[in-house]
């Protein structure tokens, strides 16, 4: 086999990226007016990567992990994982098995503690842990991320913001998910307690290899993260360097695409 014969065969084998969005679209209706918020974006998203994406209110964000989290489907385009449209693996399945999304208010279920929010996420999805009881996984994760056991068996409504934040995580890792998405997670939290945040979301994907997408207003977040993105008009692009002043670029010519 010649080398040109092998190297087309390696690219004709290579696996599908993680996640792939290929010319979405998205478009509100209103009475008679229609608004378009994302306009033809493609981008590749893969594992061990923590990637932030940055925009004015009202540029799509929100709507974009949306689309990525399988909450909602593109009007034009598709959003595909591990080569499959998300609406032939089905959305419910995606959202259980793949993907899962951490709210700015953490949506924990109040009346519960720590422990029981991140175990009914289990038993919701049907979740079965690696070793031992979904109580004793749930332990663990919550460990993990900086929660003792003492912390885990109190009410969330008793916990601060940070520990509130901390025990939605372990409930969206609960299903072991490929795919961690966040809106605008440390939007409520002081500054140190944001750190703490971004360090567990750095660790997720550079020594677990989850793939982070995280929606956010903060520059010094996304200035720690691996690639930056940016949501303008409807358009996403990518900023050449974070440590550099914003110059954003196509994300077709970030070669990732």
């Known amino acids: 086999m010649t080398s040109a014969t092998a190297t087309a065969s390696a690219a004709a084998t290579a696996a599908p990226p993680l ?78 098995k793949h993907a899962a999304t951490i709210f700015q208010h953490f949506n924990l279920l109040a009346y519960m503690t720590a422990l029981q929010n991140v175990t009914a996420a289990m038993e919701i999805t049907g979740a079965t842990p690696p070793t031992g009881s979904r109580r004793a996984h749930a332990l663990r994760l919550l460990d993990s991320i900086g929660l003792d056991r003492t912390t885990a068996t109190r009410n969330v409504r008793r916990l601060s913001g940070g520990q509130q934040q901390r025990v939605a995580i372990a409930r969206a890792l609960a299903c072991d998910v490929d795919i961690l998405l966040a809106d605008e997670p440390t939007g409520n939290l002081d500054e140190d307690t944001a750190q703490g945040i971004v360090d567990i979301f750095r660790d997720l994907a550079h020594e677990r290899g989850k793939c982070v997408v995280v929606v956010t207003h903060s520059a010094r977040l996304a200035a720690r993260s691996d690639r930056v993105l940016t949501l303008r008009r409807g358009r996403l692009t990518e900023r050449v360097d974070t440590k550099a002043p914003v110059g954003d670029r196509p994300t077709g010519a970030s070669g990732t695409d």
């Open 19 to 96: 996640l792939r969005l290929a010319d979405v679209s998205h478009t509100y209706s209103g009475g008679r007016r229609r608004t378009t918020v994302l306009k033809g974006i493609d981008h590749v998203f893969e594992r061990g990567t923590f990637y932030t994406v940055l925009g004015p209110s009202g540029s799509g964000k929100t709507t974009l992990l949306g689309l990525v989290g399988g909450l909602d489907t593109p009007t034009r385009g598709t959003v595909s994982f591990e080569g499959r449209d998300l609406t032939e693996l089905g959305l419910a399945r995606y959202r259980n």
